[in-house]
């Protein structure tokens, strides 16, 4: 499942550089899926939503950095665990109930932002 920043995030930014999926946003900054990914064109969001790549979208959160959950994938693929919740200080990137993903679908998303 992708992983989520609660509240207690104190803002520090250890957490943005770590993520190979550049899926993890300063609270208000808008995202894009092409940010940081190869994704050109077309992509279909886990809502089944199709937004072009480079569209800009709205902040998950304008008070503490967010985790974007279509560009998350836990870091598999690349690391052996979620480098945000590794150096977290405060252990506020947790597991996101809310997107249940086998490890099999998190590396479908992983091949798919980074063709």
């Known amino acids: ?5 609660t509240e207690e995030c104190i803002n520090c930014g250890a957490c943005e550089p770590e993520c190979p999926n550049n899926a993890i946003y300063e609270g ?18 886990l ?17 503490t950095y967010y985790i974007v959950p279509n560009k998350c994938t836990e870091c598999q693929g690349f690391h052996e665990e979620p480098q945000c919740a590794a150096v977290c200080p405060v252990d506020c990137c947790v597991p996101d109930d ?11 998303k992983k091949e798919k932002l980074h063709v």
Do not use: Q
């Not at 995202?31 to 992509?43: L, N, P, Q």
């Open 1 to 5: 499942m992708a992983i989520k920043i």
């Open 28 to 45: 208000g900054v808008e995202w894009r899926i092409a940010d940081g990914t190869t994704v050109k064109g077309s992509f279909v969001l």
């Open 47 to 63: 809502d089944g939503t199709v937004i072009d790549a480079d569209t800009a979208n709205a902040p998950v959160s304008v008070d």
């Open 98 to 108: 809310m997107y249940k993903e086998t490890v099999e679908e998190l590396m479908a």
